[in-house]
């Protein structure tokens, strides 16, 4: 079974440059996270969907990223215009509508530098 | 937020050595669960452990949780060169089993 897929494994821009990056979930799992981990700290979420649905995005800084999956399938976050304090690793993380204990599958991550 | 907060930040010991990592954590919990972080790499599931059980085992691994101190450890029993790493510690809560809160981590360095 592959596991989560995340794409590119590493970005470098400059600032006010628009970025992406995608992320395909284990097949069949139903939720999928988006977080941003900063250099020695734990991930944050930024935006969950189940389904095609985002049903939490209250920490999405709106005015800069956007995100989407619209088939409920794989996802894209966008981020335009990067800001030099953007500069982290964006993980993704699925989870199985089977699981009852919200174990996380996770990519190896994107490492955003903004220069 | 987060809720979680790993004790200590930092940790290296020799091979063979035990490595205790603790977690502390502020709200009433449903799980609370380890994840490793190696370099450049994304997290790993390690163990779970439900509100109602008091330790568990995997492997080398045991897990500790007290909920009336709220607190969980997390012990690796004669380390490995490979379980260099960061260790996360993630709660899920009574009202949101769907959002893990995570803490800032362990790093681990085991020398050879």
């Known amino acids: 079974e592959a596991g989560v897929v995340q794409s590119p494994r590493y970005k470098i821009i400059e600032k006010k440059q628009p970025v992406a990056f995608w992320c395909n979930p284990i097949?069949?799992?139903?939720?999928l996270y988006w977080y941003r981990q900063n250099l020695g700290q734990g991930p944050e979420l930024l935006i969950r969907y189940e389904n095609e649905e985002a049903v939490d995005d209250s920490q999405l800084p709106k005015d800069r990223f956007s995100a989407e999956r619209l088939k409920g399938v794989d996802s894209t976050l966008k981020i335009q215009p990067a800001e030099l304090g953007d500069s982290a690793v964006y993980l993704c993380?699925?989870?199985?509508?089977?699981?009852?204990?919200?174990?996380?599958?996770f990519g190896p991550g994107t490492r955003l530098t903004v220069l | 937020s987060q809720q979680g907060e790993e004790d200590p930040q930092a940790l290296s010991i020799q091979e063979g050595e035990n490595a205790t990592m603790n977690c502390s954590y502020k709200t009433s919990i449903n799980n609370l669960q380890w994840y490793r972080q190696n370099s450049g790499r994304g997290l790993v599931h390690l163990i779970l452990i439900r509100s109602n059980e008091r330790e568990k085992h995997s492997g080398r691994l045991r897990v500790t949780l007290d909920t009336s101190k709220k607190s969980s450890s997390l012990l690796i029993t004669a380390s490995r060169a490979a379980d260099t790493a960061s260790y996360f510690c993630?709660?899920?809560?009574?009202?949101?089993?769907?959002?893990?809160?995570w803490g800032a981590g362990t790093k681990l360095i085991i020398k050879p």
């Open positions: 097949s069949g799992h139903n939720t």
């Open positions: 993630a709660t899920a809560t009574m009202d949101s089993n769907y959002q893990l809160i």
């Open positions: 993380a699925s989870r199985s509508r089977e699981s009852s204990y919200n174990e996380q599958f």
